[in-house]
């Protein structure tokens, strides 16, 4: 197996001292630019690109690698024990990792997500390993028709799934693809929906402003008002005994949504539209459509933490994949990487695989290592976290208001988008009193603005004709799939009805 | 407070500099907190690849006391850069890395009140041509074929750009105007994926900057058929020019940094030197000549009388358009 060998040569490379303290480092800042609201893995890789400069290429890459990774398993924590996500990648993670931290089980959620971010991770490195160049066409198969195709199925995941009431998820969504659709039109370019004419709104909502605005300060009143501020939190102990309890459970309820999430989070991955959050999104609709007891997603089920961890490790890997192998990044965060290999006289593209073979693979070796290192290091910090939690609620909420303003102005050092953020907590915080699901609106301004350019590129395709999405080899099937699941709630309200009758 | 003979010299010298003339302390300027270099284009094109260089090479070289911070705001055409650059309360600390649409944006939406000339001119970095590509596996191989394939596939002929109005449509819209051609334009987010899109024969045929498809030409997967510049290209000896073909017609996408209107004179002479030592840097010779960018070097007042000309060139390509 050649595959094998140069493997075995790359992780040679990325266990020599030097890199292996590249990695350690790396992975720690990772953990905690991840863990703080706003500095995600884009800025991280952003404000730490120059210190590179000072060692060789293929271990600056290395350690901007280790951070990426180390970011990835870091955005859970925050999601989990302050219930703002830390990154815009581990919003899915708030769903159910808030939810089991508040009833004392937050243990259970950080050992969850670093377990399926390490397998996650395992995953999406072997088939790296084994298929690159092969997954590299598969991408480039998806033309707008298999994107939005692929889009559909992720909103039909969010219907069609038990539990939820169906025309409140509906108005959840709608309300996400209007806030998505503010600014700039991809398509014409002319400005839409800029509300009051002011120009703040003209570079549209950006997601994670939306995102720390429901889930940082809307959680936060939230649980203010069901505990008139109280301290209800139990009291987390970590025990030898509780963290092998809690690392059997989460291998036995975690289990479904890790596999789901690993494998389609790579996928969704190397797609360059989608990305680490979409498909850590969409991992999780997945999973919950899948599950026994879907009524339990949203208050605290171990599946729905895995799901959308090993989906965000899993997709970070995959992203590299179409910026290695085509030069065309899959994220934002490796845009940045991108511009730094140029410096360093890599040319990513087609040819990267064939003329620096000991660099590919050094890279390569270099994501299993890291992996192993970022769930070690992550697991030995887990009871820090915990202890974080042991605060009162009546100390914790002032300094999720403040991590929540801080975050909302780094991400984009705009006051506007600070004032944009508190409005959308105090809405969320009303619609959650009505009982409104808020989960489909975040993923509805992530897809919406991929969906929309895709679906009018495809019309355009086509001259207008709706049937680009079925007859296409690969559109067809998944939009298929899609309306079955849209249509399934009504499907079966329709038999309840006639059986009554 | 005795006056000793140290701190006399040390009273002295704070003198002086306090009443030194301000145009030697102006001099002086450098920034005191990171810069925002805001780049009129989303991540992975042309002119974010610029911009990310341009950003290393300052890091690599350890040019600037305080750093570039890319900021990429491409919605719009450029639309949402030139709103943010233009109201900008710190026109010291914001530049622009620009296109084309510099230009064809405020031309195209007159509302959103940006005039051009009130931007500081800072440093032409070169400017970046144009070349048709095609798909190995079309089996095209010289402009005339293609030609003829265009006009045979009779209106469903599909090729892939950044938008209507922007660089490459400009030029689509004269090789139609000129051959007589129909084509379905399908816009894209950035030249980045319209490349991809042509690896994938999602769509059938490019213009784009040979920075975007060099990768996947030295692959073999793309086939180069005709150049949009004044001369052929060195890195492409054997591809055709349009003027070669008897049309007289070249284009070129600026690469330009500019900086925000009101920024100070002491702030706009210090990038000045600071992108002349960038483009004279061996890094970006280096990378003017790997990805085929022409050197095209202006001072100040120069880069101001190019806005015009290309104003007026651009209202007339657009015009010809029917934007």
């Excluded at chain 1, 929540?404 to 907590?425: K, N, P, Q």
């Excluded at chain 2, 510099?102 to 009130?118: A, E, K, V, W, Y």
């Excluded at chain 2, 030609?147 to 004269?174: C, F, L, P, R």
């Excluded at chain 2, 052929?232 to 996408?253: C, I, Q, W």
Aim: aromatic content about 10%; proline content about 6%.
């Amino acid at each position: 197996m050649e595959v094998l060998g140069l493997l075995a040569d790359g992780m040679f490379v990325a266990v020599q001292p030097l890199n292996l303290f590249l990695i350690l480092v790396g992975v720690a800042l990772g953990l905690f630019i991840g863990a703080m609201p706003g500095l995600g893995s884009v800025n991280g890789v952003a404000i730490l690109l120059p210190v590179t400069f000072l060692v060789p290429p293929g271990s600056a890459i290395i350690f901007l690698a280790a951070l990426y990774y180390g970011a990835m398993y870091g955005g859970a924590i925050s999601s989990v024990t302050l219930g703002i996500p830390g990154a815009s990648t581990a919003v899915a993670t708030t769903f159910d990792g808030r939810p089991l931290a508040m009833q004392g089980r937050a243990s259970l959620a950080l050992v969850t997500a670093a377990l399926a971010s390490f397998v996650g991770g395992t995953v999406a490195n072997i088939l790296f390993t084994l298929f690159a160049p092969l997954l590299a066409s598969v991408a480039l198969s998806f033309g707008p028709p298999e994107i939005f195709a692929l889009m559909l199925l992720a909103f039909a995941t969010f219907v069609g799934l038990g539990g939820d009431d169906i025309p409140k998820t509906i108005f959840s969504i709608c309300l996400g693809l209007v806030l998505g659709s503010i600014g700039f039109d991809a398509i014409s370019g002319a400005p839409r929906l800029v509300l009051f004419d002011h120009t703040g709104f003209l570079q549209g909502i950006g997601f994670l402003v939306l995102a720390i605005g429901v889930y940082g300060i809307g959680e936060m009143l939230w649980t203010i008002e069901q505990t008139r501020g109280e301290v209800t939190a139990t009291t987390p102990k970590i025990t030898a005994k509780g963290v092998a309890a809690d690392t059997k459970d989460a291998v036995r309820r975690g289990w479904k949504g890790t596999t789901i999430g690993s494998f389609l989070g790579f996928f969704v991955g190397v797609l360059p539209a989608a990305g680490a959050t979409p498909g850590s999104l969409m991992a999780y609709g997945v999973t919950k459509m899948v599950s026994r007891k879907p009524q339990d997603f949203g208050k605290g089920h171990p599946g729905g933490v895995a799901a959308p961890e090993a989906a965000n490790n899993s997709a970070s890997t995959g992203a590299m994949l179409p910026m290695l192998t085509l030069g065309i990044p899959g994220s934002p965060t490796t845009a940045i990487l991108l511009g730094g290999m140029v410096i360093w006289g890599l040319v990513p593209g087609p040819r990267l695989f064939v003329e620096e073979t000991e660099f590919v693979w050094g890279l390569i070796g270099s994501f299993y290592v890291s992996n192993v290192a970022a769930v070690l290091i992550n697991l030995a910090f887990i009871p820090l976290f915990i202890w974080m939690l042991r605060m009162p609620f009546t100390i914790l909420a002032p300094m999720i208001f403040v991590l929540s303003i801080a975050g909302g102005y780094a991400a984009t050092r705009d006051m506007f988008d600070v004032w944009l953020m508190v409005i959308f907590g105090l809405g969320a915080f009303f619609l959650r009193k009505f009982d409104y699901p808020l989960a489909p609106a975040v993923l509805a301004i992530v897809l919406g603005p991929i969906a929309e350019p895709t679906l009018r590129q495809s019309l355009l395709l086509s001259s207008g004709d709706p049937s680009i999405f079925f007859t296409r080899p690969i559109a067809g099937p998944i939009t298929v799939i899609a309306l079955i699941l849209i249509f399934l709630p009504a499907f079966k309200l329709l038999r309840k009805r006639r059986s009554l009758a | 407070m005795s006056i000793t003979k140290r701190n006399f010299v040390g009273l002295a010298l704070a003198g002086l500099v306090a009443f030194s003339p301000l145009s030697a302390l102006a001099q002086e300027w450098k920034p005191r907190k990171p810069i925002d270099f805001v780049i009129m284009a989303g991540p992975g094109g042309g002119a974010d690849q610029i911009a990310r260089f341009i950003q290393s090479v300052a890091e690599k070289k350890d040019m600037t006391t305080r750093p570039l911070v890319p900021n990429n705001k491409g919605g719009g055409s450029g639309a949402e850069a030139l709103i943010h650059v233009s109201g900008t309360n710190d026109p010291d600390y914001t530049i622009l890395v620009t296109l084309n649409s510099f230009f064809t944006t405020p031309l195209r939406q007159p509302n959103l009140g940006i005039d051009i000339q009130t931007f500081t001119p800072v440093a032409m970095m070169g400017v970046d041509p144009f070349v048709l590509w095609v798909h190995k596996d079309s089996g095209i191989t010289s402009f005339e074929q293609w030609v003829e394939t265009v006009k045979a596939a009779d209106g469903d002929y599909v090729m892939g750009g950044t938008g209507k109005g922007q660089e490459d449509s400009i030029v689509i819209a004269y090789m139609s105007n000129a051959y007589g051609l129909d084509i379905k334009y399908i816009p894209y987010d950035g030249g980045g994926a319209v490349a991809k899109d042509l690896a994938g024969q999602q769509i059938m045929a490019t213009v784009n900057n040979p920075a975007e498809a060099k990768g996947f030409y030295e692959a073999g997967d793309f086939v180069p058929l005709l150049a949009f510049s004044d001369e052929r290209m060195p890195a492409y000896p054997d591809v055709p020019t349009l003027k070669e073909k008897g049309h007289d017609f070249s284009y070129y996408n600026q690469r330009a940094v500019v900086g925000a209107p009101g920024m100070s004179d002491a702030a706009a002479a210090y990038y000045g030197d600071l992108f002349t030592a960038i483009y004279e840097s061996e890094e970006w010779q280096g990378y003017l000549t790997s990805e085929s960018l022409s050197p095209l070097w202006m001072d100040a007042d120069e880069q101001r009388a190019y806005w015009t000309t290309q104003v007026e060139n651009h209202k007339a390509l657009l015009a010809a358009m029917g934007e």
